[in-house]
């Protein structure tokens, strides 16, 4: 997938179709999350639940064309900015033999410890590990808004 280093395939299931017979509009953020844990897993090197030390803050969406049952889907990830604590991912999702783009999206993650609930910094390591992922990142160690 063009401009994406990490791609992620999504199979579309019969229980993922509206009554129009087509990808329900939620479903689409169920592949993206999918796609997410599995980028920050590969990202990270870490594996398990427990490695998933972010949250979700913010997520927009998109639609370009729908999806029907029977195609197959990849989802493509990327990180756009890196902020002290934040980041924010870009999405594409596309048909794997026509290229048709379905959706695009944007989601701003935060770096977050459970165990105290709250954001915590983005360590060095963190960045270096998606700065090599994701060479094109921007990076601005402040926390404004997105």
Same mark, same amino acid.
């Given at each position: 997938?063009?401009?994406?280093?990490?791609?992620?395939?999504?199979?579309?299931?019969?229980?993922?179709?509206?009554?129009?017979?087509? *990808?329900?509009?939620?479903?689409?953020?169920?592949?993206?999350?999918?796609? !997410? =844990? #599995?980028?920050?897993?590969? $990202?990270?090197?870490?594996?398990?639940?427990?490695?998933?030390?972010?949250?979700?803050?913010?997520?927009?969406?998109?639609?370009?064309?729908?999806?029907?049952?029977?195609?197959?889907?990849?989802?493509?990830?990327?990180?756009?900015?890196?902020?002290?604590?934040?980041? *924010?991912?870009?999405?594409?999702?596309?048909?794997?033999?026509?290229?048709? !783009? =379905? #959706?695009?999206?944007?989601? $701003?993650?935060?770096?977050?410890?459970?165990?105290?609930?709250?954001?915590?910094?983005?360590?060095?390591?963190?960045?270096?590990?998606?700065?090599?992922?994701?060479?094109?990142?921007?990076?601005?160690?402040?926390?404004?808004?997105?």
């Amino acid at each position: 997938m063009k401009g994406y280093r990490f791609v992620f395939p999504a199979e579309i299931r019969f229980n993922d179709l509206d009554g129009m017979g087509h *990808v329900n509009n939620v479903i689409y953020l169920t592949y993206m999350e999918e796609a !997410r =844990i #599995a980028w920050w897993l590969h $990202v990270t090197g870490r594996s398990g639940i427990d490695a998933v030390d972010m949250i979700l803050a913010r997520t927009e969406i998109d639609y370009r064309s729908p999806a029907s049952f029977g195609e197959s889907l990849e989802v493509g990830v990327r990180c756009a900015s890196m902020r002290r604590s934040s980041f *924010v991912l870009e999405f594409a999702i596309e048909e794997r033999e026509t290229r048709r !783009r =379905i #959706a695009e999206a944007r989601k $701003v993650l935060v770096h977050y410890d459970y165990e105290k609930a709250c954001p915590v910094s983005l360590t060095p390591e963190l960045r270096a590990r998606i700065k090599a992922q994701d060479p094109e990142v921007r990076a601005d160690g402040s926390d404004a808004p997105h």
